[in-house]
């Protein structure tokens, strides 16, 4: 059994996901994974290369790659394989995915996690940003999975995560980004239809509010410590967010054996999270 997660609120370490090793059945899998050097995409690439999976992952940032690579456990030889590239670039991505499944001889899973927003709010937030945040999260989606079909169908199937979030059904500040989130968990559940018939799964999962070092969440719970508290009353059942190390498991469940009878779905992992933003709404 892995280990009980930590309570970040009252400042213990977040668990490592070390203590999940051998549980996952994400072993001898081929995933590759987009956006793999920060926050919950570097969570995935450890977590599935401790468990003994060979993994591909991008990021725009050469150096952060690097540093990956020197950092990563990885249970298999030559269990990492990297690229630096944008996902918005669609003939690069495409050349990754095939660069990935040449170097592991097939693939069995991808996880669409590089994501984000452009802009603010709506009077700050042009049709540039609208586009942008709309490539960042739903057309690299479309297109990696795409171009993944070919070999999740020559592997007998296979399995995509989609990285959405709790943004995509729960109204807050920047429209832009939840109507993209929500359109990736439509795109999920219309895609498991389409490709059910070649055993290929496809599912969503919405992280809640995520504490990363350095991130929002994190900052603001180290510079506005009353705020966030009344930010954790309101909002956070729980009591303090979700650690990225707690997604990651769930996203390794979904690529394992263990969750096929799961196709089409959206799941949540946000500890019964209210709002999505402090910003009341
Ligand atoms: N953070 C949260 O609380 C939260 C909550 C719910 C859902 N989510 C979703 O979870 C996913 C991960 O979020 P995160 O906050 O963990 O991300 P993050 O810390 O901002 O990291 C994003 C990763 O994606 C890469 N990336 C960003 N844009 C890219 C691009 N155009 N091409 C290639 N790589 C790119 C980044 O590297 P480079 O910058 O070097 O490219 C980095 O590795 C996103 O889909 C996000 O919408 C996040």
């Known amino acids: 059994m892995f280990e009980s997660v930590s309570n970040v609120s009252e400042g213990r370490a977040i668990d490592s996901g070390q203590g999940a090793r051998g549980w996952s059945g994400v072993s001898g899998k081929r995933v590759l994974v987009t956006g793999g050097t920060r926050g919950l995409g570097e969570q995935i690439v450890r977590l599935l290369a401790a468990e003994g999976a060979r993994v591909a992952t991008c990021a725009r940032t050469a150096q952060d790659l690097e540093t990956l690579r020197g950092t990563v456990d990885a249970a298999a030889p030559d269990g990492l394989f990297t690229r630096a ?29 590089a994501g984000g927003s452009r802009g603010r709010g709506l009077e700050q937030t042009d049709a540039g940003d609208w586009a ?7 057309g690299h989606t479309a297109r990696l999975v795409r171009a993944a079909v070919p070999y999740l169908r020559t ?12 943004s995509g059904w729960k109204p807050g ?16 559940a219309s895609l498991a239809r389409e490709l059910g018939p070649d055993g290929i799964r496809v599912n969503a999962v919405s992280p809640g509010s995520m504490l990363i070092p350095g991130r929002r969440w994190d900052r603001m ?15 956070l059942p729980g009591g303090e967010p979700v650690a990225p190390q707690e997604v990651a498991r769930v996203v390794a469940f979904l690529l394992s054996d263990w969750s096929s009878g799961i196709s089409g779905a959206n799941l949540p992992v946000d500890r019964a999270q209210n709002a999505p933003s402090p910003d009341g709404y």
């Not at 670039?89 to 991808?110: H, I, K, M, N």
């Not at 942008?132 to 739903?138: D, G, I, S």
């Not at 719970?221 to 009353?226: G, T």
Request: charged share 20%; net charge negative.
């Open 85 to 113: 590239l944008d996902v918005t670039e669609p003939e690069r991505l495409e050349a990754f995915v095939t660069a990935s499944a040449s170097r592991f001889g097939g693939l069995d899973g991808v996880v669409a996690c």
């Open 132 to 138: 942008a945040t709309w490539e960042l999260n739903v």
């Open 155 to 166: 592997a007998g199937g296979g399995s995509v995560v989609v990285i959405s979030s709790i």
């Open 173 to 188: 500040p920047d429209a832009q980004y939840g109507t993209a989130k929500s359109a990736q968990i439509h795109l999920a």
């Open 221 to 235: 719970r180290r510079d506005e410590p009353e705020a966030f508290a009344a930010f954790a009353a309101a909002e």
